[in-house]
């Protein structure tokens, strides 16, 4: 049986994956907004569900603390965004959450561990085939992409081309 707010496909919006879910081992998602008009929890939420990962890294301005301050927009699809997250660590996906500048209070909270999520100031994620991928957030990033061992910008992606809420999928 259905539930009445079963999307096109018959899952529900918090269901954790589809069945043909796609096994990676990270995603990379930041600036997120959620709490914010420009937030697309539900683009997301189509995007988690075709996923399954081992490790997610939540990359800064996950929730937009700036706009919750003033007046937040916070439909059901936000809240299923949250869910599906703690469902994952229930499930064994070990996130990682860097804050940014619009949730930048929880930088008091670096090295802790809150509900199975870690709250890391940077962290450095060694790829399938050994390369070491330096994590951060920052409000002055300019899109570059670094290879750790060599220092060296791998990538440039340029300003018109970076997304509001940015997704990797390693």
Not at 16 to 27: C, F, G, M, Q
Not at 126 to 154: C, I, M, Q, W
Request: aromatic letters at 8%.
């Amino acid at each position: 049986l259905a539930r009445p707010d079963t999307a096109p496909g018959g899952l529900h919006p918090t269901d954790d994956v589809e069945p043909t879910a796609r096994k990676v081992r990270s995603l990379f998602l930041s600036d997120i907004h959620l709490g914010s008009r420009a937030c697309h929890a539900e683009q997301l939420l189509t995007f988690l569900r075709e996923y399954d990962p081992e490790y997610i890294f939540l990359i800064g301005d996950i929730v937009d603390f700036w706009k919750v301050r003033r007046g937040p927009h916070w439909p059901q699809a936000h809240n299923d965004v949250l869910q599906k997250l703690m469902r994952r660590v229930r499930k064994g996906t070990r996130i990682i959450f860097i804050p940014g500048n619009h949730d930048e209070f929880l930088r008091d909270y670096y090295g802790t561990h809150f509900g199975g999520i870690d709250v890391l100031e940077d962290a450095i994620h060694v790829d399938r085939d050994g390369k070491r991928l330096y994590t951060a957030h920052g409000p002055s990033n300019d899109g570059s992409v670094v290879d750790v061992a060599t220092h060296e910008v791998t990538a440039k992606i340029p300003a018109g081309d970076r997304p509001s809420g940015g997704a990797i999928v390693a």
